[in-house]
C-alpha cells in the first residue's frame, strides 16, 4: 500500500459530534446547522485503478484511503469510513450466477461505475423452485477477502463499510431484466419470491462481513460516512413504479429487512436536474418503513415540501451533478450558500454531502458553509 491513515486525524469527539450531527437532522431535532460532508476526491489518485483487477483489493484501497487521509484534512461532517465502494450490483446478482459487465476504467466517483450484471433468468418461472444461495457463491468469498483486507490495513478507528446494497426490488429486476416489470402483472407471486430472496440474502451477506469488520448489526454508518438508522438501499429501479405500487408491493420487503437490521434505513434512487423522478417522496412521505431518501436533487424537493416532509422523511441530498447545477443556477457556491443556509439552518430533516477534486476547493467550500451559518 502506498497509503497510511495517520492517527493524527483521529478525532474521536469531533466524530461524535458529526454522528450526533447526522442522527438529530435525521430525526428532525433542530440543531443550528445543517450537516455538510466534503469528499475530496483528486483524479490523480485514480491513475492506478484497473477494472481488469476489480477482485484485487489493493489498489482499490489504496484509492480509497488517499480520498480518507483527503477528506478528514477538511474535517467536514463526514464519519471516518471506507466502503468496499466499487463494485455495484455485482455482489447479489453473481451469488444467483449471473454474469458482470465490467466498465473499461475505474472513474474517481467508484459508485457510479462498478460492474453491471446481465440477466439470469429468461422467464419468472425459472424463480419456482430456486433457493437462497449460500455465502460461497459468486463473488461473495472475494468480498469477505475484501473485508479483511481492508480491516488489516485500517486502523480501527476507520470504518469499514460493506458494499451499498442493491435493494430487494432492483436486484430481482438485473437478475430478470426489464422484463421484470411486465412479470409484475403477469406473476406477481414469483415476483414476491425473487424480491424476499434477494432480500434475506442481502442481509446474509451484510451479516457475514461485518462479522468481519466488527460493524455492529443495529449500529450503520452508510458507505459516504453518514450516520443512518438502516441500511442504505439503491433501488434506483422504483423511479419505473407508480407511488401506490412502491407502497403495496415493495414496502413489504423494506419493512422485513428494517425489521432484521433494527433501523428505518435510506431508499437511494438517482436523479438528475431533468429527472427528477419526485414522485418517490410521494409514495414514501407517509411510510413508516423508511426514515430517510437519499437523491442528488433532494435538496431542492426539501427547499420546496419542506412543511410536509417535516417529521416524517428527511432527505440525504447533493452529491452527484448537484453541486455544479448550484453554482450555474446561483453563479457561485458561495451564493447558493448565502441564500440556503440561513433560511434552513434551524429547521432539520437534512444531510448534505458533495465531491470536489482537490483540498483547495474543499477548504474554501468549508469556510463558506460556516461563514453562512453564522448570518
Known sequence: MNSIVPDSLCKPDR???????????????PQ????????????????NLDYNRWLDP????????????DTLRVGS???????????????????????????????????DVGPTPLPVFSRIEDVTGLSRPGLDAGIMPQVLDFARYYRRHLPEWVRVIAPMP????SAAMSLRGSEFLLDLVDSPHLCHKLVDLCNRLQWDVEQAIRTITGEPLGHHVTNFGIQGAGLRLGEDSWVNLSPT????????????????????????????????????????????????????????????????????????????????????????????????VPRFKN????????????????????AYWTEAHAK
Open 245 to 340: 405500487f412502491i407502497r403495496d408491493f415493495c414496502l413489504p420487503h423494506v419493512a422485513n429487512l428494517n425489521r432484521w437490521c433494527g433501523g428505518r434505513g435510506p431508499i437511494h434512487f438517482c436523479s438528475l436536474d431533468h429527472s427528477r423522478h419526485e414522485h418517490i417522496y410521494a409514495a414514501l412521505v407517509e411510510a413508516p418503513e423508511v426514515a430517510v431518501v437519499s437523491s442528488q436533487f433532494g435538496f431542492e424537493y426539501y427547499e420546496r415540501h419542506l412543511q410536509n416532509l417535516k417529521g416524517h422523511l428527511a432527505i440525504e441530498s447533493f452529491y452527484g451533478d448537484a453541486l455544479a447545477y448550484v453554482t450555474r443556477k446561483y453563479g457561485s457556491f458561495r451564493a447558493w450558500t448565502n441564500s440556503f
Open 166 to 169: 442493491s435493494g430487494p426490488f
Open 77 to 111: 461532517d463526514l464519519l471516518p469510513a471506507v466502503a468496499v465502494n466499487h463494485l455495484g450490483d455485482a455482489v447479489i446478482t453473481s451469488m444467483f450466477g449471473a454474469r458482470q459487465f465490467l466498465p473499461e476504467s475505474a472513474g474517481t466517483n467508484l459508485q
Open 32 to 47: 443550528g446547522r445543517i450537516p455538510l460532508g466534503i469528499h475530496v476526491v483528486e483524479p490523480r489518485h485514480a491513475k
Open 347 to 366: 429547521e432539520s430533516g437534512l444531510v448534505l454531502y458533495c465531491t470536489v477534486p482537490s483540498l483547495e476547493q474543499a477548504r474554501e467550500m468549508w
Open 15 to 29: 466524530f461524535a459530534e458529526v454522528a450526533r450531527l447526522h442522527t438529530n437532522a435525521f430525526n428532525w431535532r
Open 58 to 69: 489493493e489498489p482499490f484501497l489504496a484509492f480509497q484511503t488517499n480520498v480518507l487521509i
